[in-house]
Nanobody
């Protein structure tokens, strides 16, 4: 079992930056792919970014590529999502997720089985 606790998020103006954190505990954090998803009320949850358990492979949705960076600190069992040049369309609830290591380019919601509690990100225009 893996528990994920998120922090960060909030309100920012367009063009600004935010960093989300996701601290993992429970079963060994290693050998788990980690990812970030986001969801707007009434819409499906969508993939944002993923990082392999080794940290040497990352993958991004086209909508955030070049603006968002996913990283991890294995010593702290924490994954981060640095979000720069935020746009109003980035407004959503953001969730971190984990699964036993797999192909990080498989980005379906159902392929991840541990989830954080979600954190609101609001970008004003």
């Amino acid at each position: 079992q893996v528990q994920l606790v998120q922090s960060g998020g909030g309100l920012v103006q367009a063009g600004g930056s935010l960093r989300l954190s996701c601290a993992a505990s429970g079963r060994t954090f290693r050998r788990h792919d980690m990812a970030w998803f986001r969801q707007v009320p009434g819409k499906v949850r969508e993939f944002v970014a993923a990082i392999s358990w080794s940290g040497d492979d990352t993958y991004y949705a086209n909508s955030v590529k070049g603006r968002f960076t996913i990283s991890e600190d294995n010593a702290k069992n924490t994954v981060y999502l640095q979000m720069n040049n935020l746009k109003p369309e980035d407004t959503a609830i953001y969730y971190c997720a984990a699964r036993s290591t797999f192909d990080i380019r498989t980005t379906t919601v159902t392929s991840y089985y541990y989830w954080g509690q979600g954190t609101q990100v609001t970008v004003s225009s």
